[in-house]
């Protein structure tokens, strides 16, 4: 049996002693600890990192200046939004006004000779076949009077297209034309718009002219400045100066060209010493100026022409109606408007100034407006 100094430690292992053993100092009688050389550092490791599942691994950049970007690619300049449009809706417009020119020339070629040019023994039966396909209007100008007055017309007129020959006739009804109007006895020939309004006027026209008109068309001061704006104006010579300041009238003499405004101011001039004879020529020559302009427009202004008809004329014509007939009419020439007038026969009755008209003349006058020649001549 071993001493109690020979006891064994059970709780350190005799081989290994990770105590650290720290150096003697000469104070305690020890000898100095002599250190080994420091051991040698390694260079650090740089730390990788393992890319978690799922992940791209991180790309590291390597040491030194960072790379030099690439120049970005110059963009193409575009063109503003909405360009597009406007080249596609030129291009439209310039398609069908070829289109409509070609059309017009196209028709203006299809043209047959005039009546009065054929055999006198074929002119009667060949003016009655032209006249089926005519069409027939009464044109009333509104005088718009104030509220509380009843309106009168101010203007009518009588007028015929005919497809076939490419023209379109007329003739002016005097406004102060002595007539029998149905139950109201004989007065000027606007009252019966004032008594009865367009069905009546019409009624007194035909009793007047004979043939019945086929369609009727009102049109009041503000729906004629349309148009004439419409069309981009008509040019007049003005023969003298005309000032009116209570109708707003105001022109000056010469040629001009005149908007919807001062067109109407023209036409409705009468202080020149002929009445309602001198406005009458006046209103020729405006239907044959307002004809020119009509038959030079872009298709443009004839959509907006159509649309201020729309907008400024009451009258009893279809729509399909009106474009058939724009579409019959085209292939007009320069002297498409052919403008008639009636022997006048001014008179003072109980001082009041009338126009007679001589019914013979009227029958006459109607013929040529409707077939181009006195067919009863004939």
């Keep these: 049996m071993r001493s ?40 650090a490791r740089p730390v990788q990192h393992r890319p978690v599942a799922g ?39 310039l398609a069908l006004a070829a289109a409509f020119a070609a059309f017009w020339f196209f028709s203006a070629r299809q043209v047959p000779a005039p009546i009065d040019s054929l055999p006198a023994s074929e002119q009667k039966a060949e003016a009655i076949q032209r006249a089926g396909k005519n069409t027939s209007f009464l044109l009333v100008g509104d005088d718009e009077r104030t509220e509380g007055e009843q309106a009168r017309s101010d203007t009518m007129l009588y007028m015929v297209m005919r497809p076939v020959d490419k023209k379109i006739s007329l003739v002016s009804l005097p406004r102060d034309s002595l007539v029998t109007i149905p139950g109201h006895g004989e007065d000027k020939l606007n009252a019966a718009f004032a008594y009865g309004g367009m069905d009546l006027l019409l009624q007194t026209v035909t009793d007047l002219i004979g043939p019945k008109a086929d369609h009727t068309v009102l049109v009041n001061f503000t729906g004629f400045e349309k148009m004439v704006n419409a069309v981009g104006g008509v040019t007049i010579d003005v023969p003298q100066k005309m000032y009116k300041p209570e109708e707003g009238i105001d022109l000056e003499a010469g040629r001009q060209k005149l908007n919807g405004h001062d067109a109407l101011a023209f036409v409705r001039w009468r202080d020149d010493g002929l009445g309602d004879i001198g406005r009458m020529d ?34 009893d014509l279809s729509v399909l109606d009106s474009l058939k007939l724009v579409v019959d009419m085209a292939g007009m020439g320069p002297d498409a408007v052919q403008v008639d007038h009636f022997d006048l026969n001014p008179q003072y009755i109980n001082n009041v100034s009338y126009v007679l008209l001589d019914p013979a003349d009227v029958r006459r006058t109607i013929e040529r407006v409707y077939y181009g020649i006195e067919i009863s001549s004939i």
Excluded at 286 to 300: D, S, T, V
Aim: glycine share 6%; charged share 25%.
């Design 4 to 43: 109690s100094d020979e006891t064994i430690r059970l709780d350190h292992h005799p081989a290994v002693d990770d105590t650290r053993r720290l150096p003697r100092h000469r104070s305690q009688g020890g000898r100095p600890h002599r250190q080994g050389p420091a051991p040698r550092r390694q260079p």
């Design 55 to 93: 992940q791209p691994p991180v790309q590291r950049r390597p040491a030194g200046p960072p790379p030099a970007q690439p120049t970005p690619p110059k963009k193409n300049r575009q063109a503003p939004p909405g360009c597009g449009c406007l080249v596609t809706l030129l291009v439209i417009c």
């Design 282 to 315: 006046r209103q020729k020559e405006f239907m044959a100026a307002f004809a020119k302009e009509c038959r030079l427009m872009w298709p443009w202004q004839a959509v907006r022409l159509a649309w201020a008809l729309h907008q400024a004329v009451d009258t």
